[in-house]
């Protein structure tokens, strides 16, 4: 994969567009995303859903706006081909890698797309899931072997959970919801010249959320300016996927062209809370899934102590000790 760049902050900021017509959304996202992920032979996305009851994904879209006319056919003729309990596998949320890496005891997978994709000696795969299952699947193929190694893994790991976010904020922002009298129901309204919270409603009122937010705020376009897009790595870091769990922070402009940033809700959706909170929830659901307690902190915008603290309640509820017996335990649940 190429170096990080300011590609980055601007394929974030194309994340949270909210303006973007749905049908564009993703196209978008590859474009902006070619300087770093097309390397001559394309890049291609998915929108699905992933049925716990089903082998295969239940594909909504597909796009590919670089490459051969036939790429995404090409892909899918090479997919059919793996086996399905490897197909799943590979699919799971959160996955950020290279085939050659994430299918090393299955060569067959990558195999299929060297027959079926000419050129291809490697492919850039990462889902970015929530966890109702619904999901977005960026593909790049590869001239060469690669390796996905410490911070550039962890950079994309990154652009993956504000992928998830975006994904689900423009769900949210579309659903039936009780009118919070905001632009786009949000919780609050953000002055970025002074950080000043504007409006508020009574969940984001409160002396402690308004400091986070406007922290949060303030985080955010210290990313997009010039001292984040010198430093991508530094801005990605402080962009985190949501604050405080709750809110994700996007640009709004009023009748007059003035630029707000709003506070909207974009909790993650999660089953059966089975005794346990909702922020306890989520860090096992993302804990079963396999993520850090590091990158889970990034996701919900939490401190690692807060996602330590939460992992651990979440456990002694659930009676269980070990990882291997919450992915157990949660599984149960989950279906």
Not at 67 to 89: C, F, Q, S, T
Not at 146 to 157: A, I, P, S
Not at 246 to 266: E, K, T
Request: glycine letters at 8%; aromatic letters at 6%.
């Amino acid at each position: 994969m190429r170096e990080a760049d300011a590609t980055l902050i601007d394929l974030t900021e194309a994340v949270y567009d909210i303006d973007q017509e749905d049908a564009a959304w993703i196209p978008n996202l590859l474009r902006v995303g070619l300087p770093i992920l097309d390397h001559g032979l394309g890049v291609g996305a998915a929108a699905y859903t992933r049925d716990p009851e089903r082998p295969d994904l239940i594909v909504h879209q597909k796009f590919a706006v670089s490459g051969r006319p036939d790429l995404i056919a090409r892909v899918n003729e090479a997919v059919a081909e793996w086996p399905r309990d490897v197909y799943r596998e590979l699919m799971r949320p959160g996955v950020v890698s290279t085939l050659s890496e994430a299918a090393r005891n299955h060569p067959e997978c990558l195999e299929a797309y060297e027959r079926h994709v000419p050129g291809v000696r490697d492919v850039f795969g990462m889902t970015s899931v929530d966890p109702n299952g619904l999901g977005i699947l960026i593909v790049a193929p590869l001239p060469e072997r690669t390796q996905l190694r410490g911070r550039d893994k962890e950079l994309w790991q990154m652009m993956g959970a504000h992928v998830a976010a975006g994904h689900r904020l423009r769900r949210a922002v579309t659903a039936e919801v009780e009118s919070t009298g905001l632009p786009h129901d949000a919780e609050a309204v953000i002055d970025p010249k002074r950080f000043d919270i504007v409006e508020a409603t009574a969940g984001a009122e409160p002396r402690e959320a308004a400091s986070v937010l406007r922290e949060a705020a303030i985080q955010v376009d210290r990313a997009r300016a010039s001292e984040g897009r010198k430093d991508p790595a530094f801005a990605l870091e402080v962009w985190k996927g949501l604050t405080e769990g709750r809110w994700s922070l996007v640009d709004w402009f009023d009748s007059d062209s003035r630029r707000f940033v709003l506070a909207l809700p974009n909790t993650p959706e999660v089953g059966d809370p089975r005794g346990l909170t909702t922020r306890e929830n989520l860090v096992a659901t993302y804990a079963m899934h396999g993520d850090s307690q590091k990158l889970i902190g990034y996701r919900l915008g939490l401190s690692k102590a807060s996602v330590s603290r939460h992992l651990k309640s979440a456990m002694r509820k659930l009676n269980v000790k070990t990882h291997a017996q919450l992915i157990e335990k949660m599984g149960v649940f989950s279906g």
